[in-house]
Nanobody, 126 residues
């Protein structure tokens, strides 16, 4: 059974940092990419980052490029999202999501994934 559990969301001041974690279980192959998707009230859902199944490829939305870093600990089956220089516009519920791709190095910033976690709230105060 596929399961994704996020943690690490919190209230932080502008310019601060947070690290989100996504514990992934049940993903038996090397072709499951993991993405971080955020949803803010009144805004469209945005995929901010994605990392490939083998961890070799990472992509970022322009809105977070240079500030966020995604990484994957394959031994622990955890995907991290390090968020630095946070801005009020980063405030959102952040979801961890997974999708199966043909290539182990595939990590596209797709809007829809087949498996989702429950989300974790990130609030950045101004």
């Amino acid at each position: 059974q596929l399961q994704l559990v996020e943690s690490g969301g919190d209230l932080v001041q502008t310019g601060g940092s947070l690290r989100l974690s996504c514990a992934a279980t049940g993903f038996g192959s090397n072709f499951w990419a993991i993405g971080w998707v955020r949803q803010a009230p009144g805004k469209e859902r945005e995929t901010v980052s994605c990392i490939s199944g083998n961890g070799d490829t990472a992509n970022y939305a322009d809105s977070v490029k240079g500030r966020f870093t995604i990484s994957r600990d394959k031994t622990k089956n955890i995907v991290y999202l390090q968020m630095n220089s946070l801005k009020p516009e980063d405030t959102a519920v952040y979801y961890c999501a997974a999708e199966l791709f043909a290539g182990a190095s595939d990590a596209p910033l797709i809007p829809n994934f087949s498996s989702w976690g429950q989300g974790t709230q990130v609030t950045v105060s101004s």
